[in-house]
């Protein structure tokens, strides 16, 4: 299974931005996928995951009513909607698929290469 993040960028704080994530290689069997981030001189967070057949999520405190994830079965892409984006949510944003939710970035089996989100005061 590969994953193909996309959709960062530079935005004003209070805008934005959605990302996406394409998994491609083999019909795409994890059974969930999620959204993480990375700081420069900080570790991997846990940002929001879904459960790729009933579709549940899960949202980290700190994006809880301004973040939300979704995914298109159809097109075995996951998206994170990110509205109200603030300067501390500028890092490097990876999605990750695997077989189960969990804010342990070592438990993720699948990595994409990550998409840069900058958000300007």
């Known amino acids: 299974v590969q994953l193909q993040a996309s959709g960062g960028g530079l935005v004003q704080a209070g805008g934005s931005l959605r990302l996406s994530c394409a998994a491609s290689?083999?019909?795409?069997?994890?059974?969930?996928m999620g959204w993480f981030r990375q700081a420069p001189g900080k570790e991997r967070k846990f940002v929001a995951g879904?459960?790729?057949?009933?579709?549940?999520?899960y949202h980290a405190d700190s994006v809880k009513g301004r973040f939300t994830m979704s995914r298109d079965n159809a097109k075995n892409t996951g998206y994170l909607q990110m509205n109200s984006l603030k300067p501390e949510d500028t890092s490097v944003y990876y999605c990750?698929?695997?077989?189960?939710?969990?804010?342990?970035?070592?438990?993720?089996?699948?990595w994409g290469q990550g998409t840069l989100v900058t958000v300007s005061s």
């Open positions: 879904i459960v790729w057949s009933g579709g549940g999520t």
């Open positions: 290689g083999r019909t795409f069997s994890s059974a969930v």
């Open positions: 990750a698929a695997g077989s189960h939710i969990t804010a342990s970035a070592n438990a993720w089996r699948y």
